[in-house]
């Protein structure tokens, strides 16, 4: 799977304590795998956000994203719940 990253998600990573940014990359991994893996609780927004999806890193953080055209995913944002879909 080919995963693109925007530059928000990048910026936002960053900013996240490295016990989150552990996480958030074994999800990744996760994710990789199986998209839909129930552990991940990966679902349609709607919406305003209507055309992405997101999963959970935890209880309180989530990644935002879409599929492209091509297959590709795109990670958009990262962050807790109000973070991800201001």
Not at 19 to 36: M, P, T, Y
Not at 42 to 57: D, M, N, P, Y
Not at 59 to 65: A, D, V
Request: hydrophobic share 35%; aromatic share 18%.
């Amino acid at each position: 799977m080919r995963i693109e990253y925007d530059r928000r998600f990048k910026k936002h990573f960053q900013r996240l304590s490295v016990r989150i940014q552990l996480l958030a990359l074994e999800k990744e991994e996760l994710f990789r795998g199986n998209w839909r893996d129930v552990s991940l609780h990966t679902h349609k927004l709607t919406g305003r956000e209507e055309g992405f999806w997101a999963f959970w890193i935890n209880l309180h953080y989530r990644i935002k994203f879409d599929f492209k055209e091509d297959g590709t995913v795109r990670f958009y944002n990262i962050g807790t719940h109000d973070d991800v879909y201001e």
